[in-house]
């Protein structure tokens, strides 16, 4: 068997449009993450109900996909807004540990409120993307679709960041959170501003996910837990990091799948991430509690 | 007083089977038993702000190793059991030294034994050709139902005994911890590592020792539940949200007393059960979601759960006991 064989090089591929998808999902949790210095363990599910959003918006009353899409992404950031300004602002004074289970809370809360309003069946938007082929190999293009959609939302993020004052104030909160109040920078309002802007971001991967995932209550467990790791091991706050980190987890779930199952390639990522929160702890991460 | 009490209620509950045999009622209490058991292992550390997200892991090791081991090696449970006890300790060993050696702690801690539940639900999902996978698993029926030897019987009465005595087992613990140096080393380290590193405390050992002792008692918990349900599945017994279930129960409940995690799995199993008994199939994802909003509530208004809350009450109406500090994070 040759070294690089087809199907090995197509693995590859689709874990680097794997890789793309997670870095624009773990993004949104890293900037709320690094800025407000709390965990959304409920951030997949606000993704899943952006998925619903989208099927129903989509497949039952036909709107045109993109319009679909934009509201989705407002919706989804109003909903991040909600949730900081009634579950996370009360607790800021708390215990870290308080606002990750109280945002615990709010998962299983979403979760049941999909069940009971939706149902538990699988729903898709039923498009059918074609698929690419080349030399051999077969990559759809919802896939790629989803890549490079998420490499242009990274791509906004990172000038909003970068280009106005509300993105210098944010990363600047994200350095020093005691000492920016004193700079006469109103914390409270850059929280909200990041809450939206990380709800829209999950927005927007919802709107990609749709095209590769079915949507049902429980679609969040699939993919959430793999995003707070890949948050942890790029090093909290450290944008750049998590993407690098969401390419080596999706490398890693892709090869596993080839060689195993799927299910080994997230053993593979999740035991990846202990060893490496063993061999190197300070450099994979910013700051600790 | 208080110990007459106890030894009261504790008759009580022993001779409730023998009076009353409802199965279903019976049923109910068994699971509370268990769940109640399992609850408590885990407050076992998360009243010392070591809050694991692992659990689920440990309740899993604790299930399937004891029914891969029956079915696989026709092991009795009698073995079957203390062998998973020791893997759920050595996992807990292999996950929380260097966690603690390394001064991961508050939500990072979570994070990586967060992982570890993950490892588990996908290893047991993966090992499909074994486990069954997501499917679910069933331990051979020995022939004739009941056996000592297989730990299966068929009568809820016997179940229920052995239920209440892991319980209790688990209370004692539970005391027997409040009551020693570890604790007040373990308070120690929840408020300032270094000081209690400074004062002499062997923050590893003592961390590591609570953490294996809450593992192996899931483990328990694990295995018992599959003797008693016959049936398990990587979702009913391990995972997230077998995790997340822990925490919110034992939040609700209160979990620095003894008896909060029990107050916990009586509210969240009646609700359940009420919900699913007044509307059905209708009530599908209703209690999670009465959960859910309780468990935000709790965080946010009463960080000391239901029983804290109340034993607190008690404590500031009668100002002759010495208020008892509340240290660690909920």
């Known amino acids: 068997m040759p070294i690089l064989d087809v199907y090995l090089l197509e693995a590859l591929i689709n874990g680097v449009l794997l890789g793309g998808v997670l870095a624009l999902i773990s993004l949104g949790l890293n900037l709320v993450f690094g800025v407000i210095d709390v965990v959304w363990i409920c951030y997949a599910e606000l993704i899943m109900f952006g998925m619903y959003g989208m099927y129903f918006l989509y497949s039952v009353f036909h709107w045109p996909i993109l319009a679909a899409a934009a509201l989705c992404i407002v919706g989804v950031g109003a909903l991040g807004v909600l949730l900081h300004v009634i579950v996370i602002a009360p607790l800021l004074g708390a215990a870290p540990i308080n606002q990750l289970l109280a945002t615990g809370g709010v998962l299983f809360f979403l979760q049941s409120a999909a069940t009971v309003m939706f149902g538990i069946e699988f729903r898709n938007l039923g498009l059918r993307l074609p698929v690419l082929k080349a030399a051999g190999m077969f990559i759809s293009y919802s896939r790629l679709l989803a890549f490079g959609a998420a490499l242009i939302g990274m791509v906004a993020v990172y000038l909003f960041l970068r280009r106005t004052y509300t993105g210098a104030a944010i990363r600047a909160i994200a350095q020093d959170r005691q000492i920016m109040t004193l700079m006469g920078v109103d914390s409270r309002r850059i929280y909200v501003v990041t809450s939206a802007l990380g709800g829209a971001l999950a927005g927007l991967a919802s709107c990609l996910l749709v095209l590769l995932y079915d949507v049902h209550p429980f679609v969040g467990l699939t993919f959430g837990p793999i995003t707070f790791l890949i948050c942890v091991l790029g090093g909290l706050g450290n944008f750049v990091g998590g993407a690098v980190a969401a390419f080596v987890f999706a490398e890693l779930i892709s090869l596993g799948g080839l060689y195993l199952d799927l299910e080994w390639g997230y053993v593979f990522a999740f035991v990846f991430f202990i060893v490496m929160m063993f061999v190197r702890p300070e450099g994979l991460m910013a700051r600790r509690s | ?330």
């Open chain 2, 1 to 330: 007083m208080k110990r007459s009490v106890a030894v009261c209620a504790g008759a009580g509950l022993v001779a409730l089977p023998f009076v009353y045999h409802q199965p279903y009622p019976l049923h109910i209490l068994i699971v509370i038993l268990i769940w109640s058991f399992a609850y408590t292992s885990w407050s076992m550390m998360g009243r010392f702000g070591l809050v694991s997200l692992g659990h689920g892991g440990f309740m899993g090791i604790g299930a399937y190793v004891t029914a891969l081991a029956w079915n696989h090696g026709g092991v009795s449970p009698w073995f079957g059991i203390p062998v998973a006890l020791v893997a759920g300790g050595v996992l807990a060993v292999l996950v929380a030294y260097p966690c603690f050696r390394f001064r991961i702690t508050g939500h990072y801690f979570a994070l990586v034994t967060l992982a570890l539940s993950g490892i588990v639900l996908q290893v047991i999902t993966a090992t499909r050709d074994h486990t069954g996978g997501s499917l679910g698993y069933t331990p051979t029926r020995y022939q004739g139902g009941s056996s000592l030897y297989a730990l299966q019987f068929t009568g809820k009465t016997t179940w229920y005994l052995i239920a209440l005595s892991v319980w209790a087992a688990g209370l004692y613990a539970w005391h027997r911890v409040d009551r020693s140096m570890t604790r007040y080393a373990l308070e120690a380290i929840s408020e300032d590592e270094d000081g209690a590193a400074a004062a002499g405390v062997h923050v590893t050992a003592e961390k590591l020792k609570i953490t294996v002792l809450s593992a192996m008692m899931t483990a328990l918990a694990g295995a018992l539940y599959c003797q008693y349900q016959m049936f398990i599945s990587p979702d009913t017994v391990s995972g997230i949200s077998i995790s997340l279930q822990m925490v919110f129960a034992v939040v609700v409940g209160g979990i620095y007393v003894s008896l909060g995690p029990t107050v916990g799995a009586v509210i969240t199993i009646l609700l359940a059960e009420v919900l699913r008994i007044s509307f059905g199939t209708r009530a599908v994802g209703w209690d999670n979601l009465v959960y859910g909003v309780l468990l935000v509530l709790f965080i946010v208004f009463l960080p000391k759960g239901i029983l804290g809350s109340l034993l607190g009450l008690r404590r500031r109406a009668a100002p002759a006991a010495p208020p008892r500090a509340q240290t660690g994070a909920a």
